[in-house]
């Protein structure tokens, strides 16, 4: 059987480039192309060390993690003790994925499996068509899948810490639900100055029905749509408001009797507020239906809870 060594130990060199590559933007770290450059050389050696007489050497756990021990060090530098074990533990984690995820996708599109009385019998020859093609095609797929993956990990774990529980009484109702606190939200009441948080009108069609709150939604509370007049109308308040694809400048938003919010623990109450009826959903997989403004968490809590 003929291997080709430079042809594997191109293959090679590429896929610790990327391995490397999806380590720093796990880590979100910076990283110097001339360092990944050495780095992933000193990778793919192994290689060419791999038919040498100290082959066997690379066989044995404590060599393996020696030499993958250097392969950071050349990439990554050296800053501090957990920096250094922080980004090796990386390389590993993202190296066993993907190769994890290839070996499915292997397991997956092999039809067949010699067994004997022993056990399974693998394959004389390595190299064949499909294992050629799952790392030439396969891996720059399982890494671009990984690293949206960790992307979209990283955003819902961000807007995890950004939940907030919250409670909204209006009248002698409460609504319990989930809020976003959205730094970005910096929507106020033009004459009361109050902020307004954002609420999805679903939440209110469930107590004062879907005329009620569509009438409030359309600013129709006049009784020109045919809806009856609801104590909830007096508290309407219009607030300017502009949003992508939205026709009408103004939000028609409702005065609460108090809004209490729990977030990292502490316990806010304020009656300073105003809540938007938005018609659509805030959260399309429905991880929140308000979106709060950061003035609502801002300042002394009005309880510490342990």
Do not use: C
């Not at 250097?70 to 590993?92: D, E, N, P």
């Not at 508290?235 to 990292?264: C, E, M, S, W």
């Amino acid at each position: 059987m003929t291997l080709y060594l430079d042809v594997i130990w191109v293959l090679n060199y590429l896929i610790d480039y990327l391995l490397l590559l999806l380590t720093a933007l796990v880590l979100k770290r910076r990283h110097s192309k001339i360092r990944f450059t050495f780095g992933a050389f000193v990778a793919s050696l192994i290689v060419f060390l791999m038919f040498t007489p100290i082959g066997e050497w690379f066989y044995h756990p404590v060599t393996k993690l020696l030499y993958s021990a250097l392969i950071v060090f050349v990439a990554f530098g050296y800053k501090r003790f957990t920096y250094y074990i922080q980004g090796l533990l990386m390389f590993y984690f993202v190296t066993f994925m993907t190769g994890g995820a290839l070996f499915a996708l292997h397991f997956f599109w092999q039809s067949e499996l010699p067994i004997s009385s022993e056990g399974l019998i693998p394959h004389a020859s390595i190299g064949s068509p499909i294992s050629w093609m799952l790392v030439v095609f396969g891996f720059p797929l399982v890494w671009y899948f990984s690293k949206h993956r960790f992307e979209t990990i990283e955003v819902k774990s961000f807007n995890l810490h950004q939940l907030a529980e919250v409670e909204v009484a209006i009248g002698e109702h409460i609504f319990h639900l989930k809020g976003l606190i959205d730094s970005g939200n910096q929507l106020s009441d033009p004459i009361t100055k109050a902020p307004v948080m954002i609420m999805q009108a679903n939440q209110l069609e469930e107590v004062f029905g879907q005329d009620v709150v569509r009438a409030i939604i359309q600013l129709e509370t006049d009784g020109s749509s045919g809806t009856k007049r609801h104590w909830l109308f007096d508290r309407l308040r219009i607030v300017p408001f502009r949003a992508v694809g939205q026709a009408n400048p103004y939000l028609p938003a409702i005065k609460p009797d108090q809004v209490t919010i729990i977030h990292q623990n502490q316990r806010f109450k304020t009656s300073q507020v105003l809540i938007g009826v938005q018609a659509i959903d805030l959260s399309p997989e429905g991880a929140y239906q308000a979106i709060l403004h950061p003035k609502q968490v801002l300042g002394a809590p009005s309880e510490q809870l342990a």
